[in-house]
């Protein structure tokens, strides 16, 4: 059932306005768990609407929308930028800076898009409070901190979040991407990947670059477990399972003549399901720590950097929701794709409660520049959405569907003539 004219129409009317804001934050990025202006700015924001927004988790904002009986439901945006220099020469273009936890000040951008998801969560926000009779029951609006980093959603939850608001029976979240502006990509099942980082501290012993007979070399060590690491994936996953190890850093030594102390390399792993997971992460261990005894080196360390949970699109409520964006959006704007090897945070909500999220991709660019080539995806010092109107409107439209799915009154007057 496609949304009542009166919340498309307020929509359009809006639209303007929504643009400005969005750029107001495509120009003000922060870094993880530092969005202290951007929590600020969407909470006066919320108040405007006549709610009462609560800090959780830091910088995490949540709003809680009543409208008498009926179901309750969660919506998530989350709100961080990347410390990226932004190169799309935009007018609004950000030139903030911010500081990473190890000190270094670095340029901040929303290469992610997630400025979309704060513009988009803010105008579902102000519909559902001004057209308050085309649906019943409560709203949770959570604006999530620190998705980058996989930090956000477990602190807003270890902060107490389901004991301050009431308990979703469904989550629902989004997020753009680089296809045509005005459609949708949803996958049934499987969303997203997990992803596991680990930091591996390989033990040598020093000794002159002269001298190898007084010396465990910690970078031929290191060396040959990247190598033999690529076999994980080539030699130990069927083949119709998914899994990506990719070894990203690799420091060791100070000077040419001298055979250093130590190497340490970094990996991340990406897998759909939890079984290959496990078998990925005992190879990686089981590699690391054979090869260490082959150099006749000490045991490494190999520390947990941070993980990324599953995001998974419960079948039955996914299915739902591929229905309501079909109606809203047209069958040729929404398709049923395939998991995507990035991952994401916004499962913690749902499986800390135990109930069923969906997550879809709304797209940002013209058609005419998605057939010549997007200038960058998502990270890219190049992504901004180029038809923000179109961009902004389908995540409002897309999100606000997705509600309407449980607490719309087309929604509750069918359910209720299917009870009768
Ligand atoms: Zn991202
Ligand atoms: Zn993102």
Redesign the pocket.
Known sequence: MALPSTITDSLEEGLGALVELYREFHAAPELSMQEHRTAEAIASRLRSCGLEPQTVGGTGVVAVIENGDGPVVAFRA?TDGLPIEEATGLDYASTATGTLPDGTVTPVMHA???DTHISAGLEIARLLTQHRDEWGGTVVMLFQPG??TAAGASAMVADGLWDRVPKPEAVYGQ?VWPGTAGTVNISVGTAMAMADSLRVTVHGRQAHGSQPENAIDPIVLGASIVTRLQTVVSREVAGSDMAVLTVGTFHAGTKENIIPARAVLELNIRTFEPDVRERVLSAVRRIISGEAQAAGAPEPDVEEMYGFPRCYNDETEAADILAALTAELGEDSVTETRPVTGSEDFGVFADSLGVPGVFWFFNGYAAATVEKGVPGG?HSPFFAPDDVPTTLRTGVRAGLSALFTRVGRDAQSSNAQVAQ
């Open positions: 989350d992610c898009g997630h998705e980058e997020h998502n």
